[in-house]
């Protein structure tokens, strides 16, 4: 069909949603458009890469009073009081889900992936003479069949991760695996160690990393006191501190306790007879109650009581108020309580009147940020909740103290001391050590008898060490703990079960179209419904968007040397007539862009912007490009008629450095714009009007990437705002860097990925990685582990709006786990002779990711049975996010309360022997999720019940 007829079919007159074109605190360029109406969808996605580190509290400086009143420095202390300043924030704390960061049970690799298992352990001696221990594994991540490396580098400074592929063609050495740690030289090359005692050393050294049980200070004091002696000298507790306590725990008998004793004695009752205990996630946790421990009345220091509260990292200080009013708080300074370990103090105010916690934390200026943060106002209703908040909040700070200054010094001076021991232990034993290649691990066909009962051996030591750790309670990878099934907002929902087609691109058209480009020709994927062609094969699309605000679609055609840039109205694709077109390579040539060709990527200014700008690369050239009408005239003339391809303005051309390998425009104030190109091992700013040119960051590639001929991969460059200031998140191999964009403020924060990723998504306030076989989530304040899953054949489609990927993991996690009709096994080789395997495709709403759930889920990855409800905060229409109740809990939780009161079997849900997210319950066969959790004839929403916390 020719495209003349094409152009003269009658196309839909479509109503376009009006996209915003700036927001509270992020600079924008700003037009007419921005007067126009904005959707809940577009704000957030605007607000997705804008966060603040305020909500994390403010660091001052104490002083103190002494006995001739002059003021005296008490400390720096980071103060979270809850209050934000102004009330526009880009993100209210309220909506963070309250997560364990790095999780003992994702990050202790040893005992989850090492111990038990044939492995291998390797000691050498670097440049500087210090030695080092590599443990390497080869493991099917999730029995998804995915085998990969996965490698520990034990030093004296900590321990470093990194997941490789396996390619049993190429196997990885040493040296090579090494290389991905940047160690480059060796005073004498690594050897392995054979002998199965090994295993037990290695283990000491992970748990050097942190204790999986903690023990907390709890402290009653009373209003009016300002000296840790008159805290500890309370020995009449009021019943609302004992009711604090048990909410805390479970009063446990001290004589003859087998479990964690948190430094107590259990045999003859020295530190009193009793105290609180309890388990959180797999975490034991001994709490000191002053009012617990002994108390002495000739001794005003209460030392044996200071002797164990003053030496925990965590203090929890708790006072009693009667006050009506909601802003009463006691006057607490950290400096009342004299202690040089105590790093983290949590004051609790409990008030009578109302049956309300407050919460404030201090924390010294050493220790790194950690979540989560305090609702605003820090005001909990619900005992239940409260609970939970604080033992997360008490557990993310101890983690995060522990790698102060002090503390980090200590530990560096262990593992030093540890490292060498095993050093000098097993390198004297020389007729056990010789190289060999890491494509040992694998069991080999033909290996002697001597070798296999080595590995026998080697194996039961592991195996017998894991039964010992778990039996004692020091296992990180257990989930004591783990109640309903929660649904956490990461979690995929279905899009698309059998797309036959490996993708090659995607964007999002609305909320429930695709757009995706395969060696088949590019299709319409609709939820629900059949997907339709809209281009043949003889269109080779490599790069695709969907620009909704102005109805256009752009995509580059790739053919060798003959890159062109194409334009169409998306109402072309649209109707019972054009719904039956595919289009071909003679229909495409009016909507080409003459001068793109020869291009190989190509650049869009980001959603809410209130004009187009594109950047086209053809090798070094970039040529810019503006789109010659706003988001306001797209908007209300969408029917105007003009040649699509005249909608583009060229505006200049400018040189880059080198032919770049990504491209990504920034927007800056008054249209003083920036374009960050990467290449080769650099990135640079350039500027739009003019051209200049400043060389970013450099990735200083070492030794053995460039001996090798490996080049540094450039991952991504995000556009992202901290605090209303302009900061790109630099990504390349298994890092991420901070960078801010003037050099007076630029500061170094670097994070590291387990595995490297090929994509990068922010979504305050997480930012997640994509790999061939996983999605690592960590939160983008810090860099803190929260989350990571495996998925086979995983690529990121878009996450221009809402997240979509494609897998060949369907709706049953781990192919053993699947029915038979959804079973598949990967082909022996890629020359048989087998059908090709459907690409699952999936959603991640970003609504849920900003802290809204939304209000059905149709997701079979975690389908809901129609009498329960997994929903954490339906959001209603009118904004409230609570209409059946007054006040509104400060955390995201629900629970679905079965009419017999009673819990099935599905309600569980156990993740301690899994690491992937697609872990499924199948509904019944006429079963839907509700369309509203607010009307439900089966099941009721609790919010208050102690079982409904999230764990």
Known sequence: MSSAIIASMNRPKVRHEIKSSSFDGIPRQHSSSSLLMRTPTTDLTVRRDAFSRRQYGSVETLTLMDDDCKSHSAGRFRIESGDLEGSDEVSSPVASPVHLENPEFQTRWYFKYFLGKLHQNYVGI?????????????????????????????????????????????PQTVKGILSHFELEKFEKGPKEIFDPDIQKDILVLE?????????????????????????????????????????????????????????????????????????????????HVSTLLPHSL??????????????????????????????????????MMRSRFTHIFAVVC??????????????????PLFGPPLPSPPVFHDADEFREFLLVKLINGEKAAVNNPLFAQKR????????????????????????????????????????????????????????????????????????????????????????????????????????????????????????????????????????????????????GKEGKIYVYRLNDFEGEVLDKVTRGKAECRENRIEKTKGCHLYALSRQGASHL?????????????????????????????????????????????????????????????????????????????????????????NKILRKRKIEVNLVAALDIYEDEESELLLCYNHVSHFQKLSEETSHDFDFNWNSEPSDIVCAFPYVMAFTADSIEIRLIINGNLVHAMSQPGLSLITSKCDIYFCTLAGPGGSPKEKSTEQRYTPPSSPSAKTLRPPQYIYKIPLSCLAGQMTTTDKSPMNPTPPHQSTLLAPVAQNGDRSPS???????????????????????????????????????GNNSSPPDSPYQQTICTLDFSHQETDLV
């Open 412 to 559: 560096e001076r262990t593992l030093e001391m540890l490292i060498k021991n095993i050093h000098q232990g097993y390198m004297m034993e020389t007729n056990k050590l010789y190289r060999r290649a890491f494509s040992d691990v694998i069991q080999d066909a033909h290996i002697s008898r001597k070798e296999e009962a080595r590995r026998s051996e080697y194996l039961r030591v592991g195996q017998t060490l894991k039964v010992k750790t778990i039996l004692k309670g020091d296992a990180p990878t257990s989930l004591v703990t783990t109640g309903l099934l929660k649904r956490e907002p990461w979690e995929p929902q279905s899009f698309c079960m059998d797309f036959p087609h490996p993708i090659i691109c995607g964007d999002s058209w609305g909320d429930n179209k695709l757009i995706l480009s395969t060696e088949n020709g590019t299709f319409i994927v609709e939820e629900g419904l059949n997907h339709r062609s809209i281009f043949d094969k003889s269109v080779p699309v490599k790069q695709l968007d969907v620009v909704e605000a102005h109805n256009l679609l752009i995509f580059r055609c790739d053919k």
């Open 298 to 335: 000739e001794n005003k220091q209460q030392v044996e009581r200071k002797r164990h509260i003053g030496n925990d990292i965590v203090n929890i200080l708790f006072y009693e108020s009667s006050s009506p009013d909601p802003q009463a708080f006691p006057q607490f300074k950290p400096c």
């Open 126 to 170: 670097d440049t500087e003479k210090d030695p080092f221990i590599l443990s390497v594994v080869v493991t099917d991540a999730n029995n998804h069949n995915v085998p990969q490396y996965r490698a520990v580098l034990w030093r004296k400074n900590g321990a470093k991760r990194v997941c490789l592929p396996y390619n049993p063609q190429k």
């Open 613 to 701: 700008r594109m950047v086209v690369a053809i090798q070094k050239r970039l040529l810019l490009f503006t789109w010659k009408h706003s988001v306001a005239w797209s908007t209300w003339c969408p029917t105007v008629d003009f040649e699509i391809v005249d909608g583009f303005n060229f505006v200049r051309e400018l040189q880059a450095f080198d032919s770049p390998q990504l491209i990504t425009l920034i927007d800056g104030v008054r249209d003083d714009n920036q374009i960050c190109v990467g290449y080769k091992n650099q990135f640079d700013l350039i500027n739009e009007k003019n051209g200049d040119t400043l060389q970013l960051y450099q990735v200083e590639a």
């Open 207 to 287: 748990e050097q990393e942190g204790s999986i049980n903690f023990k907390f200070g709890v402290v009653y004091a009373k209003e009016n006191q300002v000296s840790d002696e008159e805290f500890y000298s309370n020995d009449d507790p009021s019943q609302s501190f004992n009711s604090f306590s048990d909410l805390l725990g479970d009063r446990i008998k001290l004589k003859g306790w087998e479990k964690f004793k948190g430094g107590l004695d259990v045999k003859s009752n020295a530190t009193g007879t009793e105290s609180i205990y309890t388990v959180y996630e797999g975490h034991e946790i001994m709490f």
């Open 350 to 367: 409990y008030n009578t009147c109302d049956r309300s916690y407050k919460l404030n934390v201090f924390s010294e200026e050493s220790v």
């Open 885 to 923: 109740n007054k006040r509104r809990s400060p955390l995201l939780r629900t629970k679905c309360i079965h009419p017999s009161g009673e819990k099935t079997a599905s309600d569980r849900h156990d993740s301690s022997g899994s690491d992937s997210g697609i872990s499924i319950l199948r509904p």
